[in-house]
């Protein structure tokens, strides 16, 4: 498996490599801890928050909203306790970047938790994780146990002022509790539901208190854009996308792995067919997932000659987001109803159950896939699958249900065959690329 | 809500709204039609169920109205193609799983997912998989669940954490196999049924009425509960002559409990049909014979003989006339008409725990309602436990804590469960109630008061602080462990705690559903207490006339009293400890069978309202006691009507003055009865003589530390709970059953214990 950065120097990736990577002493040593020393020494929160919103950073969760200006919307005059909390769940099916950053630098999570800390005057700060990344929490506490023993966490970091705490939690293995406010519930100790948004969590986030809910990755380039200048993170990748993105490539490559690219990369199908080492077995591309399971599958001639640029922009204008960077490459041989089959039986199982759409749309379709599987699809199947995802789009009371449909909904439109192979006659729903 | 107004436009017209109004009630109150399942107005949001979707312009999708709160100009639709596909496919999703079979679900015929569909339903199913199944079961001997019915808008859950502070059940699983449950498998908690009565499915259901009746063989009397002093308004269904069920569903009641009752209120009523019912009058003709079925005639008869040669012998003030909290203020009233117009004794009483005449001769404040009480902003609780005594008021408690913000101050000797809600507990030593409230009369009495109560002078100024900072309402609660001097300075609190921007409110917290009632009617007027006449029997007592039975608590450690009379006459349901010793029984109407007011704890005047005829010879009280009246002479000129007498009560009472029953129909518009607040009281002579008890106080006492458990007065409020038989398994601690698995239908056989019905026992 390949881990390291392609047009660019590696910053995310720029220990893994090292031996002892984890160590407080290795990430001291290769530049580690000096963004928080240079935040504490000479620059106010507003300043931290400034280079941030320069560096044109989005957050790599998922929704990509501009991490700058999230931090600027903590109320700084409120009464309340503010927290900065990790979201280091990584429950997107094809995701599984945030696992080798932690695993590897856990020290540049931390330094991205505290320089966050700072910002946001929060005092508390979680990191959480999903339950099956039990061990990660393990390496995760020895970092911090090694970070509070050389005073880089606790009371007067570095000999300042400045103090914080962070701690790490567990969820259960839900992949809602990947959802910010779902998280909040379940970290409070509740249910893992959402909850409405407004409020958002800036302003009444854990304990009804300001918080910031930032991914790992997001968390983790914090440290490079303090040392470099935001303006400079910003130049590595594009005018609204800043900076460098880590993608997690599985599927039919011959080189699987975590890679980090410039925003921007140019081009989705020199990534594919150099870059991550070509199709395994010389097969045919047949489609793209290109961030995690919640974004439209793309087909080979969305990508092929057609110069894909490997951004937030670049990848809406093909047809697809960026999502959380889990990039699921698929040849020939996969069968499209199959694998939606696969991912909506997904969606079923992670469905919470809290709103109607959600919760008895991913029944019911999973319950039409099974029976077109087991020979008695109907020809108005299709149709009916594109009307219950139109009843779920736009009507959940979360966005998982718009991440259960999108699939369903761009497979039937962009792989009209694989369905109709299955179905007694053929669809004609309008297809469209 | 703010008074300030704002424009909103809703397909096409323009209205003003306050500032702050929720869109979906805007909707409404406009004509507008929205559907909806889980929002409930004054609980937390859920915005689950997508079925109240609505177009805001400027916004990017459909919004859910139960969400939004209106902002000036804004642009709303609330009809059009886009909205009614988006319904009736929340509605065919509700519908995919559920089983559809209306006929044999114990909610057909008054559902609202069954009413909705209706309206949103498609005519076709396109759901043509296998739905999903999960198996029915009792989750205690008052809640059934059949989960494959429920759409999870989670009222239920609700309710159960912001009404009953309880938290007993809540969703368990994930997704499409999510299913209301409980912690453990079986249902602990207060049983008070409110979750069944909120579900708008046959989800959850009334353990005790499941597969009795259909809803619309009911016929649906709108009433007032029997039991504790707050006064729910309630819906009586009844079928041929038998009450099958007490629900409080807003769609036939709309009182100042909304679709709230206690377990009391809802399942306390199987004494109504009870096979124990006193069939006919019954006489003792010998002391220590047997009682001998007569008839009404002769009953009413012998009675009015015994009752006059009592009083030649030894003069009217030898018979006592004794009243009840439990029955209507017509009956009441004509107990009093008959003490002091017929017999002419000065000793009369009603059968209540305590008196309240001293807090009511010198009431300095208007008495605060429940609607009062959930928007209070300070609240304080002297003694008294309203969560198992006035459930109603615990959960207005409970609703303006934590809905609405108020600080609630807790003075208990008990941790009682309302202390979880409390921003001060003042945990006193047992006993102490009057010394707190002798502290609150003057401060400078706080600092002796505290040492007596076992606690720091502190706790009691900061009390006096957080009043005297409100801004709003206060509302001064007691119970029972007051003295009459206490009482007194209670109920003039007021003056010294009233501000221009600060109201005082009084609510106290009696015992019985016409504690205020029985006092309003004059029968705690008499010169002695019921304890003193029982105490008296034999000699200046020498024959008593009984509406209702002694309490347990009168008649302990007075075994013999009852003994010594010459005669003893009760009107009564039940045989009782009382009738044990009489020598006529008369068989009297439970407020089911009857026409009444009630008045509770409010000082609200509720009609009680006949659902059934009585049950075998019974008669109303007040129907006796003018037979009574009339034998012995004096026609009281109620011409067999119950508005007659409530007329005169109107006429005579002037609390009363004005009132009919006409004024009385609209239980969503309860009347108040009008009490005189009287000036400014001198309370120095009270407050010395409190100085006097609380010197005599202890000085030591242990506090308890022990929150009482849920349910443990379950049975002070009277024999009647008796009746009922899951009450007894609860009593026994609520067992947790070996199975209780329901398919096909497992029957629980409660008869004070449990046992399985062998038919169709099995896993
Ligand atoms: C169903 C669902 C699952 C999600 N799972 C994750 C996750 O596993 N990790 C994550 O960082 N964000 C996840 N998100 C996105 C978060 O809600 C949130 O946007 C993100 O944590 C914000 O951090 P960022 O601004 O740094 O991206 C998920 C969102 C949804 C709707
Ligand atoms: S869309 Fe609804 S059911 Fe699905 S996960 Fe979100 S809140 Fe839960
Ligand atoms: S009966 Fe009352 S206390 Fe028990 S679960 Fe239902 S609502 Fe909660
Ligand atoms: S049991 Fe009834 S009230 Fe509770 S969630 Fe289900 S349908 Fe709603
Ligand atoms: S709270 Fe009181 S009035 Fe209401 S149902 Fe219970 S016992 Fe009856
Ligand atoms: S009523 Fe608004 S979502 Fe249920």
Redesign the pocket.
């Known amino acids: 498996m390949f881990i390291g950065a392609i047009g660019c120097e590696p910053l995310q990736l720029a220990r893994v490599h090292l031996e002892n990577s984890r160590s407080l002493d290795v990430y001291r040593k290769n530049g580690g801890y000096q963004a928080i020393k240079k935040v504490l020494d000479s620059m106010s929160p507003d300043d931290v928050i400034n280079e941030l919103k320069k560096s044109a950073l989005r957050g790599r969760g998922g929704a990509g909203f501009p991490t700058g200006m999230k931090w600027s919307f903590v109320p700084k005059d409120s009464p309340k306790p503010k927290y900065v909390v990790c979201n280091a769940d990584e429950s997107e099916p094809g995701t599984f970047k945030d696992r080798y950053l932690m695993e590897r630098d856990p020290h540049m999570l931390i330094e991205g938790m505290l320089i966050a800390a700072y910002a946001l005057g929060a005092k508390t700060n979680y990191i959480y994780t999903r339950g099956e990344y039990r061990y990660l929490i393990d390496i995760m506490d020895v970092a911090l146990e090694e970070a509070r023993a050389a005073g880089l966490l606790g009371n007067k970091i570095l000999g300042t002022e400045f103090g914080c705490e962070i701690y790490t939690h567990t969820g259960a293995g839900a992949y809602i509790c990947g959802e910010e406010t779902a998280l909040l519930s379940s970290l409070e100790g509740m249910r893992g539901h959402p909850r409405m948004k407004p409020p958002f969590p800036a302003v009444s986030g854990l304990y009804a208190a300001p918080t910031v809910v930032n991914n790992v990755e997001t968390l983790t380039a914090v440290p490079d854009i303090i040392k470099m200048g935001g303006e400079a993170y910003q130049k590595l990748g594009t005018e609204k996308s800043g900076g460098t993105k880590v993608w997690s490539v599985s599927g039919h490559v011959n080189r699987p792995g975590v890679y980090e690219l410039p925003m921007g990369y140019d081009d989705m199908e020199k990534f594919i067919m150099e870059d991550c080492g070509g199709m395994l077995g010389g097969k045919q591309l047949k489609a793209v997932i290109p961030g995690g399971s919640s974004v439209y599958i793309m087909r080979a001639d969305q990508i092929i000659g057609k110069d894909v640029r490997m951004d937030y922009e670049g990848i809406v204008a093909a047809g697809s987001s960026v999502g959380s960077g889990g990039f699921i490459v698929m040849d020939e041989t996969v069968d499209v109803f199959e694998s939606t089959k696969n991912l909506t039986e997904f969606y079923k199982h992670e469905s919470c159950g809290w709103c109607t759409p959600c919760r008895e749309g991913t029944d019911w379709l999973v319950k039409v896939f099974k029976r077109i599987a087991a020979g008695h699809g109907r020809p108005e199947d299709a149709q009916l699958m594109l009307d219950l995802c139109d009843n779920i789009e736009g009507k959940s009371f979360c966005p998982l249900g718009d991440a259960a449909a999108w699939p369903i909904q761009s497979a039937i439109k962009r792989f009209p065959e694989d369905f109709r192979k299955h179905l007694v006659t053929s669809i004609d729903s309008g297809v469209s690329t | 809500m703010s008074t300030e107004v704002i424009k909103v436009n809703i397909n096409s017209k323009e209205f003003e709204v306050p500032k702050g109004a929720r869109l979906i009630d805007v909707c409404r109150d406009k004509g507008f039609d929205i559907p909806s399942f889980c929002y409930y107005s004054d609980l937390a949001l859920q915005a689950s169920c997508r079925m109240c979707l609505v177009r805001i312009e400027k916004m990017p999708k459909l919004q859910t109205s139960c969400t939004i709160i209106c902002t000036d100009g804004m642009i709303v639709t609330t009809q059009s193609e886009e909205i009614e596909k988006a319904q009736r496919s929340m509605l065919e999703f509700l519908l995919a799983n559920h089983p559809l079979d209306c006929p044999v679900c114990d909610r057909g015929g008054e559902c609202e997912l069954q009413e909705m569909t209706f309206d949103w339903g498609g005519l076709e199913e396109r759901f043509i998989e296998k739905k999903n199944y999960a198996p029915e079961k009792y989750l205690s001997p008052m809640v059934a669940n059949d989960p494959q019915r429920c759409i999870l808008c989670k009222r239920c859950t609700r309710v159960c954490d912001e009404w009953m502070g309880e938290d007993a059940i809540e969703a368990g699983g994930r997704g499409a196999n999510t299913v209301i449950g409980t912690y453990g498998g079986w249902l602990d908690c207060s049983q008070?049924g409110n979750c069944i009565e909120v579900c708008p499915t046959g989800t959850l259901l009334d353990g005790t009425y499941r597969h009795q009746a259909r809803p619309w063989e009911l016929a649906q009397t709108i009433s007032?509960?029997?039991?504790?002093?707050?006064?729910?308004e309630?819906s009586l269904g009844s079928r041929a002559g038998e009450l099958m069920r007490i629900v409080?569903r807003d769609r036939y009641v709309n009182g100042h409990?909304g679709e709230?009752?206690?377990?009391?209120?809802?399942f306390?009523h199987p004494f109504v049909n009870h096979e124990d019912r006193l069939r006919t009058p019954l006489i003792r003709y010998k002391k220590g014979g047997k009682l001998i079925p007569a008839t009404w005639d002769e009953a009413i008869r012998y009675t009015a003989e015994k009752l006059k040669a009592a009083a030649a012998a030894y003069g009217p003030d030898a018979l006592g006339v004794v009243g009840s909290p439990r029955i209507t203020n017509e009956a009441n009233y004509a107990l009093h008409k008959f003490a002091t117009e017929v017999v002419g004794t000065k000793n009369y009483a009603a059968t209540d725990a305590f008196s309240l005449k001293p807090f009511f001769d010198n009431l300095g404040a208007p008495l605060a309602t429940h609607r009062d009480i959930r928007y209070a902003k300070t609240i304080l609780l002297i003694g008294g436990e309203p969560e198992e005594l006035?459930?109603?008021?615990a959960?207005q408690i409970r609703q303006a804590v934590s809905n609405g913000a108020a600080k609630l101050i807790v003075i208990n000797s008990v941790p009682i469960r309302l202390v979880e809600h409390a921003a001060q507990f003042i945990h006193i030593r047992p006993g102490m109630e009057n010394a707190a409230v002798w502290a609150l009369g003057h401060s400078s009495n706080e600092t002796t008061a505290a040492q007596k109560m076992g606690i720091e002078a502190n706790e009691l100024s900061a009390l006096r602080q957080t009043i005297t900072e409100t801004e709003g309402d206060v509302v001064i609660m007691f119970g029972g462990e007051l003295n009459a001097a206490a009482q007194m300075i209670v109920a003039q609190l007021a003056n010294s705690f009233r501000a221009d921007t600060r109201r005082v409110l009084l609510h106290p917290l009696p015992l019985y559903?016409n504690s205020v009632g029985a006092h309003d009617m004059g029968m705690m007027n008499g010169a002695m207490s019921v304890a003193e006449m029982l105490d008296a029997t034999g000699s200046s007592i020498r024959a008593l006339y009984v509406a209702g039975s002694f309490l347990p608590e009168h008649l302990r450690g007075r075994e013999e009293a009852l003994a010594k009379l010459d005669f003893l006459a009760v009107h009564e349901l039940f045989e009782t400890d009382t009738t044990a010793f009489a020598d006529v029984v008369l068989p009297a109407a439970s407020f089911a069978e009857i026409d009444g007011t009630f008045t509770?704890n409010d000082g609200l005047v509720q009609r009680v309202r006949q659902s059934i005829p009585p049950v075998h010879q019974a008669k109303p009280d007040w129907m006796i006691t003018a037979a009574l009246a009339a034998e012995l002479g004096k026609d009281f000129g109620f011409q067999m009507s119950a508005s007659a007498v409530f007329r005169e009560i109107a006429e005579r009472i002037p609390a009363y003055s004005g009132l009919r029953y006409p004024v009385l129909k609209d239980e969503s518009n309860p009347v108040q009865a009008r009490y005189n607040i009287v000036e400014p009281r001198d309370l120095s002579s009270a407050l010395n003589e409190l100085k006097q008890t609380v010197a005599a106080l202890p000085d030591d006492g242990e506090k308890s530390n022990v929150t009482p458990r849920v349910g443990h007065e379950l049975f002070k409020?009277g024999t009647l709970t008796d009746k009922v038989s899951q009450f007894h398994l609860l009593a026994a601690g609520n067992p947790r059953p070996d199975t209780v698995r329901v398919s096909p239908l497992y029957q629980i056989t409660v008869d004070a214990k449990l046992e399985r019905d062998a038919a169709v026992s099995g896993d």
Not at chain 2, 224 to 232: A, E, K, R
Not at chain 2, 390 to 393: F, S, V, W
């Open positions: 008070c007032t509960c029997s039991y504790c002093s707050d006064g729910c309630m409080a409990n709230f009752l206690c377990i009391k209120g809802r306390g006035q459930p109603l008021t959960k559903n509770n409020i």
